[in-house]
């Protein structure tokens, strides 16, 4: 009789345990999908000599911007973060009708290697490679807009 008590109580726990085994042996899969992904954060920055304004969303960078560029003006336009797989294009608006199209091609060395292109009515009017270090930063110069020029920050990260 006491089989037959301890049956459904045995039953149970062999169901419990094989769901845990299945739960755990699903939870590295999740993870190790998780390095095909690249978050990338990009400021798309004005750049002017007209004004000696600095946006205070830019304060932490503009030592880093003077370092390099030789503008005294920089206001952040718009900030976007994208998480992308790679060979997925990631595109962010630009003024004057342009796109800003970020694709992860690779990783080399613990550096993210990003095809960057600026795209005018779909067709490119600027193309570039860069090798970015694993969470890290670059800006780039890009295109004139309205008295100044574009530039990119681009940071990236992989886990």
């Known amino acids: 009789m006491k089989k037959r008590g301890m049956t459904p109580f045995i039953r149970l726990i062999r169901f419990l345990a094989i769901a845990a085994g299945v739960i755990w042996c699903c ?53 976007q973060t994208l998480t992308l797989a790679f060979q997925q294009p990631g595109r962010i608006r630009l003024p004057d009708r342009r796109t800003l199209q970020l694709t992860p ?8 290697q990003y095809d960057i292109r600026i795209l005018k009515k779909n067709t490119a009017v600027f193309q570039t490679r860069i090798l970015l270090k694993n969470n890290h930063s670059m800006t780039i110069g890009g295109p004139r807009s309205d008295h100044g020029v574009l530039l990119f920050h681009i940071t990236g990260f992989m886990p």
């Not at 830019?58 to 390099?68: K, M």
């Not at 091609?105 to 993210?112: A, F, L, S, V």
């Open 105 to 112: 091609t690779g990783n080399q060395g613990g550096r993210i």
């Open 27 to 79: 939870s590295p899969a999740q993870t190790a999908a998780a390095p095909d992904q690249v978050k990338t954060n990009v400021k798309v920055i004005q750049a002017s000599t007209r004004s000696e304004s600095v946006d205070p969303a830019l304060r932490r960078i503009v030592p880093e911007l003077e370092s390099v560029f030789k503008y005294t003006g920089y206001t952040l336009l718009q900030e």
